[in-house]
Antibody, heavy 120, light 103 residues
Framework: QLQLQESGSGLVKPSQTLSLTCAVS??????????WSWIRQPPGKGLEWIGY???????YYNPSLKSRVTISVDRSKNQFSLRLSSVTAADTAVYYC????????????WGQGTLVTVSS | EIVLTQSPATLSLSPGERATLSCRAS??????LAWYQQKPGQAPRLLIY???NRATGIPARFSGSGSGTDFTLTISSLEPEDFAVYYC?????FGGGTKVEIK
């Protein structure tokens, strides 16, 4: 059974960089046919896809966040990471890592989510 | 960019009733649509993909239909555990969600 687990700082100061890592277990991040994604959800609001990375290292970012986002993969550790720079209070959210099938971008596995609060 | 509009925002029903949720796309998306269920404090769970295919382990009371721009998620008889928020999704876009609450 595939499992994803987010880790990183739960509190980030405005203008600083948010950094999260997603550890994948029960399967290989190098498996073809999937993308590895970050999705966030502000408190009480809906879901927003941040971006994804393939095992090849190619990435796609939400245009609204593209200038601030970097997603990277570490195959040796079977994990992938998110960096979001110049954060503001609007970036406060639960951040999920997830696996999506390349066909249809359907998300079949999710991490439990981690709350990141942007505050001084 | 595709926009997905879900309606209603909130659906108030009793256990045993039928729930009908709508998702409308701003342009034709063929049958490439998924539905997710999210309960408080939990990650979303994939229910339906390709508009009408149930994901692994999803009960038969959940069904999806539609193609093009209009899609429907139907819960034939609501169980207590079905009261939750439901999202539709196409590629990297999610709808705004429908909350199914107990009447």
């Amino acid at each position: 059974q595939l499992q994803l687990q987010e880790s990183g700082s739960g509190l980030v100061k405005p203008s600083q960089t948010l950094s999260l890592t997603c550890a994948v277990s029960g399967g290989s991040i190098s498996s073809g046919g999937y993308s590895w994604s970050w999705i966030r959800q502000p408190p009480g609001k809906g879901l927003e896809w941040i971006g994804y990375i393939y095992q090849t290292g190619s990435t796609y970012y939400n245009p609204s966040l593209k200038s601030r986002v970097t997603i990277s993969v570490d195959r040796s550790k079977n994990q992938f990471s998110l960096r979001l720079s110049s954060v503001t209070a609007a970036d406060t959210a639960v951040y999920y890592c997830a696996r999506a099938a390349t066909y249809g971008d359907y998300v079949d596995y999710w991490g439990q989510g981690t709350l990141v609060t942007v505050s001084s | 960019e595709i926009v997905l509009t879900q309606s209603p925002a909130t659906l108030s029903l009793s256990p045993g009733e039928r729930a009908t949720l709508s998702c409308r796309a701003s342009q034709s998306i063929s049958s490439y649509l998924a539905w997710y269920q999210q309960k408080p404090g939990q990650a979303p769970r994939l229910l339906i993909y390709d508009a009408s295919n149930r994901a692994t382990g999803i009960p038969a009371r959940f069904s999806g239909s539609g193609s093009g721009t209009d899609f429907t998620l139907t819960i034939s008889s609501l169980e207590p555990e079905d009261f939750a928020v439901y999202y539709c999704q196409r590629e990297l876009t999610f709808g705004g969600g429908t909350k199914v609450e107990i009447k």
